[in-house]
């Protein structure tokens, strides 16, 4: 079985990206790549350019601050240790940044993320899609479904089911993809879900996906709930 994860929301309490530019930058990345976004004017990788377009702060100080403010969800080494001794491949697909995919996730667990890399003449952030899986945001291709779809080819059979747990607004492609969906409660993803009446499982911390999961037997489909609004 594929289990695919969602980074920041999900494994991590708070949104790296967006606790970074609120404390470095301000409000200014909110009031204009943010309203774009959420405006449908510009796709997820061009909020994530946009944004970081305004961050001036090189590497060190982004790990040192960021590594002082973001908290992990309960739950998640457990996860991992669950689906080691399960053989389900967990892999984190994230609209984040490697640099800091790479911070906080143990050593040998595969994530897909966005590439940044800090410009020293400029003092700027670039962000730009990584080398493989090929992706075309500008033909409506999402990088979180195209994740899925060549680790379901790479994998064959132990790829099927796929299972997405996620919280966002981004996350709303691959989900509708997924063979079953954990959605953090309360959280943007709970609401597409809702609006559009699909199945999914809303959870706080990550023992909740576990215990559901092992209810679940040799079914991991079986328990699959729209949550009660």
Known sequence: MLVLCDFDGTITLQDVT??????????????????????????????????????????????????????????FEQLISYCREQGHRLVVVSGGLSWYLEAFLPPGLPY?????????????????????????????????????????????????????????????????????VFAVKDSFLTKICTERGQAFTPFTDFNEVIAALKASGSNPLKIAVVEDK
């Open 112 to 180: 897909f993320g966005y590439i940044g890399d800090y410009d020293e003449a400029r003092k700027i952030w670039e962000v730009q899609l990584p080398g493989w899986p090929s992706v075309d945001p500008a033909a409506g291709e999402d990088f979180k479904v195209r994740v899925m779809e060549e680790l379901r080819h790479e994998y064959g059979a132990d790829a099927l089911p796929a299972i997405f747990i996620g919280d966002g607004r981004n996350d709303g492609p691959v989900a509708q993809e997924a063979d079953r």
């Open 18 to 75: 967006n606790t970074l530019l609120d404390h470095f930058v301000g409000s200014v990345w909110r009031d204009t790549v943010l309203a774009d976004y959420r405006a449908g004017r510009i796709n997820h990788l061009q909020i994530m350019q946009g944004s970081y377009g305004y961050l001036k702060t090189p590497l060190p100080e982004l790990l040192a601050y960021s590594r002082q403010t973001i908290q992990y969800r309960p739950g």
